[in-house]
T-cell receptor, first 113, second 116 residues
């Protein structure tokens, strides 16, 4: 089945450690996205990538980094510079950028203590 | 900039009740409008969409009409079920042109709980 995989579902880290969240898709989509979800708030865009080896900052990129070395993969690193990293992180992909539909993965809940 | 405002939640209904979740937006140009649903512990699923004024999106008994004159996209369902309990997000995507083309802007989400 085609889809978007995020792993792990739950992730726990100590403050001051970097952590990388995985996102893989087998939909042959060109564009991929990372969103952050906090209680009582909508999703906010962290980074997006329209094509391999290219990515752009979203609205809340500070303290995060990404790479896009393969079409299928778009890992997100939450660095120690992110002041409030505990959140639910959602990855999405679309056939292209712009007007195409975005499909979401199941999410990773990150807790930093 | 673009923004989406949803009615305050949570919303609690009995099974078979009528549902309305209000959504209004601010955007330049001609955005597309969406409703997404998130079941507990899961990612978002597209529920319905409308791409131009007066379009009606519908799916699984849910409907929403793109009203440009009132900048609204209210979600409705005539008879809710327990299985409809979830978080509902209204979102917009900018129309063509401008630096924000294609970006999704979300409302804060509305929690719906349906009791038997």
């Amino acid at each position: 089945d085609g889809g978007i995989t995020q792993s792990p579902k739950y992730l726990f880290r100590k403050e001051g450690q970097n952590v990388t969240l995985s996102c893989e898709q087998n939909l042959n989509h060109d564009a991929m996205y990372w969103y952050r979800q906090d209680p009582g708030q909508g999703l906010r865009l962290i980074y997006y990538s329209q094509i391999v080896n290219d990515f752009q900052k979203g609205d809340i990129a500070e303290g995060y980094s990404v790479s896009r070395e393969k079409k299928e993969s778009f890992p997100l690193t939450v660095t120690s510079a992110q002041k409030n990293p505990t959140a639910f992180y959602l990855c999405a992909s679309s056939i292209g950028g712009g007007s195409s539909e975005q499909y979401f993965g199941p999410g990773t809940r990150l807790t930093v203590t | 900039g673009n923004s989406v405002t949803q009615m305050e939640g949570p919303v609690t209904l009995s099974e078979e009740a009528f549902l309305t979740i209000n959504c209004t937006y601010t955007a330049t140009g001609y955005p597309s409008l969406f409703w997404y649903v998130q079941y507990p512990g899961e990612g978002l699923q597209l529920l319905l969409k409308a791409t131009k004024a007066d379009d009606k999106g519908s799916n699984k008994g849910f409907e929403a009409t793109y009203r440009k004159e009132t900048t609204s996209f209210h979600l409705e369902k005539g008879s809710v079920q327990v299985s409809d309990s979830a978080v509902y997000f209204c979102a917009l995507r900018s129309g063509a042109g401008g630096t924000s083309y294609g970006k999704l802007t979300f409302g804060q989400g509305t929690i719906l709980t349906v009791h038997p």
